[in-house]
């Protein structure tokens, strides 16, 4: 963001969105992340870790828990883990949503499971009550109608009952998971809202990649306007911490983010798009980060990017691998934010398994490890609960003996690792399928028998 017009874009945000009662709270937590950051020359990262000194100082002690974390993602887009969509329309609609997560809860408590990834935010639309957003769909099928509950604050309370940890996940740009006509209309049809959706409010922000309406990542006040959405959870929620995942620049072959106008509006100073891109998702988590720190330190900022930074073949620091890299793919320099202090923990998501030459699951756990030793970021790894017991002619390991020793490898990996400080399943409702159940029995044997706090 431009330093001498800074004040003038947040306020225009926050009357174009609406959110009067949070103005100054917003304001005040933007100014303190103000981002004017220099653009970053276009350099092959050095090798090894730079030892530039780090744009945020690094807490004494980090924001989270030095136990092992033991997590789960709980995915609420397309209501692929909740809420169960036969519970939408039904005349018991709101019993049925809170006995599903009071019954997840309980059995990922019985799993040894301690952390919840949930997700509040998975397109332009809450799973809490908020001034910016309105009510999410995957609750009652249409946006904006008030669920007659807050799911973030029912999960707080029933996960902290349980003694477990919940970190709000968001997905930062997606504004709807396609382009339909449908999805379009009933975009539309919040004009008359209180809270309206983004797609009306800013239409020029928005953007099509991938089959999917987005935000344009190079333009400030839509980075401000993501930054007053998490800190508005911050500032009124007790969560443990906050999580983005990998969908910074999330584009697909043939549908590519139109951002050439953006760049010839905000590009000065960079010499391609591509560092300018990259230079656009570190605005986004210096502000945050800064914001979260500023409203709640004990709060934990993460992010779970896709598990290859750079490959060795692009860059002498990057992973013995040849998989999409996020530096190059979405535009993410996740290694640099490490460096930097900007996270307190990153997740990468870690999806092959050891027999997998193209990206080792081994080779990347290390790699990862090494990045964040010589720093306070705690670093957990994501694993692909998803791939477990099904068949693959490529990783067949998921399939030997309900692919428990694949698990069970992995596992013993991030506990004798010292800088590996847990590991998260992608994700809930597969610990719920046929082909995942030895494992599971493996994982309450595991973890369910061996708690940690």
Not at 39 to 58: G, I, N
Not at 147 to 173: S, T
Not at 186 to 205: C, E, G, I, M
Not at 223 to 230: E, F, G, H, N
Request: with cysteine; proline share 8%; aromatic share 10%.
């Amino acid at each position: 963001m431009r330093p001498d017009n800074m004040e003038f874009i947040i306020a225009r945000s926050l009357l174009k969105t609406r959110v009067f009662p949070y103005a100054t709270l917003t304001a005040m937590a933007l100014l303190l992340a103000s981002c004017a950051s220099k653009p970053p020359k276009s350099l092959v990262t050095p090798f090894p870790t730079a030892t530039k000194p780090p744009l945020v100082t690094q807490p004494a002690q980090p924001a989270q828990s030095t136990s092992e974390v033991r997590g789960v993602w709980l995915a609420t887009v397309s209501r692929l883990d909740w809420p169960p969509p036969s519970s939408v329309y039904a005349s018991n609609r709101i019993q049925q949503q809170q006995a599903a997560l009071i019954a997840t809860l309980d059995k990922l408590k019985s799993l040894g499971v301690n952390t919840v990834f949930f997700q509040v935010k998975p397109d332009g639309t809450a799973l809490w009550s908020s001034k910016i957003l309105p009510w999410s769909d995957m609750l009652t099928g249409t946006i904006g109608n008030d669920p007659g509950y807050d799911p973030l604050q029912f999960m707080l309370d029933e996960a902290h009952k349980r003694g477990m940890k919940v970190h709000a996940w968001f997905n930062p740009y997606r504004v709807s998971t396609n382009t339909k006509p449908a999805t379009t209309a009933a975009l539309n049809r919040t004009l008359s809202l209180h809270p309206a959706s983004v797609f009306v409010l800013h239409r020029d922000w928005i953007r099509t990649a991938g089959d999917r309406y987005v935000l344009d990542p190079g333009i400030p006040a839509a980075r401000d306007w993501i930054t007053s959405i998490v800190a508005e959870v911050v500032s009124h929620y007790p969560v443990d911490g906050v999580q983005f995942d990998d969908y910074f620049y999330a584009e697909a072959p043939g549908q590519l983010l139109n951002d050439n106008q953006t760049f010839r509006e905000y590009g000065q100073g960079f010499s391609n798009k591509a560092d300018w891109r990259r230079h656009n998702t570190q605005q986004l988590i210096e502000q945050v980060s800064r914001t979260i720190k500023q409203l709640k330190p004990g709060v934990a900022f993460g992010v779970s990017p896709a598990g290859v930074w750079r490959n060795i073949s692009h860059d002498p620091a990057g992973s013995a691998t040849s998989g999409a890299a996020a530096y190059d793919e979405a535009y993410a320099d996740t290694r640099r934010w490490v460096q930097q202090g900007l996270l307190d923990y990153i997740a990468p998501q870690l999806y092959w398994p050891f027999a997998r030459q193209a990206a080792r699951y081994d080779v990347l756990a290390n790699w990862w490890a090494n990045v964040v030793k010589p720093t306070h970021t705690r670093l957990y790894i994501g694993i692909a609960l998803y791939k477990v017991g099904e068949p693959a002619r490529n990783e067949p390991d998921w399939m030997v003996q309900g692919g428990v020793p694949e698990l069970k490898k992995q596992l013993d990996l991030n506990q004798s690792v010292p800088e590996i400080n847990g590991t998260i399943l992608f994700r809930e409702n597969y610990l719920n399928q046929p082909q995942t159940q030895q494992a599971v029995s493996y994982l309450k044997t595991r973890w369910g028998n061996n708690p940690v706090e």
